[in-house]
């Protein structure tokens, strides 16, 4: 086994640049074997994946606030 893990500070930190750069193919493969082990984490970045969705869909208009007028 190759033991190099990161903390789950690191990975929090990974995960949040991720939705602002494209993760090198090393730092995803950190995250994804952490992810795989770390409950905590795994929520965290499904969190983190809802969010970009949605301001994705901000992005390109599928999304108004103000419906009702
Ligand atoms: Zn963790």
Redesign the pocket.
Known sequence: MSGEMLT?RE?HRLIVERLDRTLSTEEESYVAQ?IAT?A??LVFCEQMAAIRKACEALKEGRVHWDDTK
Request: proline share 0%; charged share 0%; hydrophobic share 15%.
């Open positions: 789950c990975i952490h770390c905590g984490c």
